[in-house]
């Protein structure tokens, strides 16, 4: 069993370690959300899964179980309003980025 | 009737955060569940009564493995994306149109499309979702709509709709 715990702990450490290099090597604002939301919010699923693996059914272990789905929902919102408000405030696409779908469907502050 | 019901989720959310069954947490559980009702069961999702249908629930149990499955897929993606060291990327925002009507079940895609394959929702307004894309591999809308949206609109159209 701890060895499943431990597996699983394994897995979460890797993702976020790779989110975070994620955030450190993509060059703007909308490519490190996509680095930070996917490969973070996996890692810590698995962490939290763990967790639940470990402590089975009792007080702690449910919060972990209950933080899923919680943690599905805030995440991507926070992800999801974080681009809209950078783009809102005039942060630029990459130079590089092939096409923007986006442009004069919101007012962008100067 | 809508606030009874709201009351009663946030009573079991209650207990199972607490995980204790004595007097003294769950009175204060149905203090702040009270509370929580005054303010925001006028914001409880419109409709509800058809969310008691068994059949809706099946689909949810077929949607989560599907999900996950394409999730640790989006993970992986990401992953190779950046460790690599020429970074694989060629982003930009495309434009996808929804088929699926009520509000609960457009969050739900959208946060089903953050979740999977280098896409982040980035605005809905009315049907059409905003979507930034890490690697933008087809300039024909139809494809694309079907490789971001399609794969999951399916059940949560049977799911929320």
């Not at chain 2, 569940?33 to 999702?45: E, H, M, P, Q």
């Not at chain 2, 509000?103 to 809905?124: E, R």
């Amino acid at each position: 069993m701890s060895s499943i715990v431990g597996l699983f702990l394994g897995i979460g450490i890797f993702f976020n370690l790779l989110g975070c290099i994620g955030l450190l090597r993509m060059p703007d604002v909308y490519n490190r959300l996509q680095a930070a939301t996917k490969c973070v919010t996996l890692g810590t699923w698995s962490i939290l899964f763990a967790h639940f693996l470990h402590f089975g059914f009792t007080a702690s272990g449910i919060k972990a179980l209950i933080g899923i789905p919680l943690l599905f929902l805030t995440s991507t919102v926070a992800a999801h309003s974080l681009a809209r408000g950078s783009y809102i405030f005039g942060i630029k696409l990459w130079k590089k980025s092939v096409k923007d779908d986006y442009k004069g469907k919101v007012k962008v502050k100067k | 009737m809508r606030y009874i019901v709201f009351f009663l989720i946030c009573m079991v959310v209650w207990v199972a955060f607490t995980f204790n069954l004595s007097l003294q947490y769950i009175s204060i559980g149905a203090v702040f569940s009270l509370i929580t009702t005054i303010f925001f069961g006028k914001n409880f999702v419109p409709g509800w009564k058809k969310f008691l249908n068994p059949v809706r629930y099946f689909w949810a149990i077929i949607y989560i493995p599907i999900f996950l499955w394409e999730c640790i897929k989006a993970n992986f993606d990401v992953a190779y994306r950046v460790i690599h060291p020429r970074l694989l990327i060629n982003p930009g925002i495309v434009k996808v149109k929804t088929k699926i009507k009520t509000d609960i079940g457009k969050v739900i895609l959208a946060n089903s499309i953050t979740m999977t394959p280098g896409t982040l929702t980035i605005d809905l307004i009315g049907d059409t979702l905003y979507i930034h894309w890490i690697y933008i591999s087809s300039k024909n809308p139809a494809i694309y709509s079907e490789k971001i949206a399609g794969r999951f609109e399916k059940y949560i159209k049977r799911i929320f709709d």
